[in-house]
């Protein structure tokens, strides 16, 4: 019997990747780039809903994959609610969360969901689904408290790739994910350190106001007065504030780009302040691993480290070296959203897990 068939989606900015799993292993990858030009001919990213799932088709034809022959279709998730993670069937209330939330973030992750499950209701026998969008909150009440009732921490981060390296960790050293005590530090443009308590992640910074350490597109938590008193300085517009919090904040501010590589280049080179920006980002990384592991206890099973910038060599030796003592340290660089979202889909299918209702 042949194996079960998932089309993974994932929607960016200026790309959609797809690829289409059979079992375990990727039968078709591709990365659709979108240029300028096409893209410009939509005054937002919801009207770019149609032109991106007829891509879609279209490479799947070119491929020679039926679409009757799929077995599951599992987009990623985008801004939800918060909920549990897991595998979600996209029912009218997804649809209606996810283009509520493409109108108030127009993130791309929302439009998964929805091609998804526009494909799908074709599809005789083909379900649509979402995987632990960064929605996913599983935090601990103590977690959500920030010291001003005004104020609640909030878990946003890279669910879908935390959970996918802690089960590959998991199933690597033959125990269940649900048995172990885990550290996850996915490090990219942004970065989000989890603590995992057996299948739960009880705390973790909010990756997407960029809270936590600073990274290569975003500021990290900065001291609270001074950022106060830029707000009211009148020098700033809110919209100038937010965009030095996310996306033009951390290794962009201070140095210029986003580019790993090309600031251990300019550091080799000599540059001795591009290397002290990129060691502090580092040191504040270990400091939020740190802070995980009094959130556990002590009790650690393993830190991971995940994410672009876990190809990096010189930054993994510094974590190590700074974090190594409090538990054993695994790397599993990259993040292979495509994967992941497809293994979830498949974990439906064979019945190894349960699709949840979101409502």
């Known amino acids: 019997m042949s194996e079960p068939r998932i089309l993974a989606i994932n929607p960016g900015s200026t790309s959609t990747k797809i690829a289409v799993y059979e079992g375990e292993s990727p039968l078709f990858i591709t990365n659709i780039k979108h240029v300028t030009e096409e893209l410009s001919a939509f005054s937002d990213m919801a009207e770019q809903y149609h032109f991106r799932k007829e891509i879609i088709l279209a490479e799947l034809a070119a491929a020679g994959i039926e679409p009757s022959s799929l077995s599951a279709i599992v987009g990623r998730g985008g801004l939800l609610k918060p909920i549990a993670s897991g595998v979600y069937f996209v029912n009218d209330s997804v649809i209606l969360a996810l283009r509520e939330g493409l109108n108030i973030s ?11 499950y526009d494909i799908a209701r074709a599809l005789p026998n083909t379900a649509a689904y979402i995987a632990d969008p960064p929605v996913v909150d599983e935090m601990d009440d103590l977690a959500r408290i920030t010291g001003h009732p005004l104020f609640e921490r909030k878990s946003r981060f890279h669910a879908l790739n935390q959970k996918a390296v802690a089960r590959k960790h998991a199933k690597a050293t ?20 989890g603590a995992h308590r057996r299948g739960m992640i009880v705390d973790v910074n909010d990756a997407l106001d960029g809270e936590g350490p600073f990274t290569p597109e975003r500021s990290g938590t900065l001291p609270a007065g001074d950022l106060a008193r830029l707000c009211f300085s009148g020098d700033y517009t809110h919209d100038e504030v937010k965009k030095m919090l996310t996306g033009k904040g951390g290794l962009t501010a201070y140095l210029g780009t986003n580019d790993v590589r090309e600031i251990e280049e300019r550091g080799a080179a000599g540059d001795a302040h591009a290397l002290l920006i990129m060691d502090a ?10 802070a995980m592991f009094t959130v556990l206890k002590g009790n650690v099973d393993a830190i991971i ?15 190590i070296e700074r974090v190594g003592r409090l538990a054993p340290v695994s790397i599993y660089p990259g993040e292979d959203e495509l994967e992941a979202l497809a293994l979830n889909g498949l974990m439906v299918v064979r019945g190894e897990i349960m699709a949840k209702e979101y409502r």
Not at 106 to 116: F, V
């Open 106 to 116: 127009q993130h791309a992750s929302n439009l998964a969901g929805i091609i998804a």
């Open 281 to 290: 980002m580092v040191y504040q990384v270990s400091k939020e691993i740190g």
């Open 174 to 193: 033959g125990r269940a994910y649900e048995e172990l005590n885990l550290i996850v530090a996915h490090m990219g443009g942004g970065t989000s350190v």
């Open 305 to 319: 480290l995940t994410g672009g910038i876990a190809f990096n060599k010189r930054t993994n030796e510094a974590i």
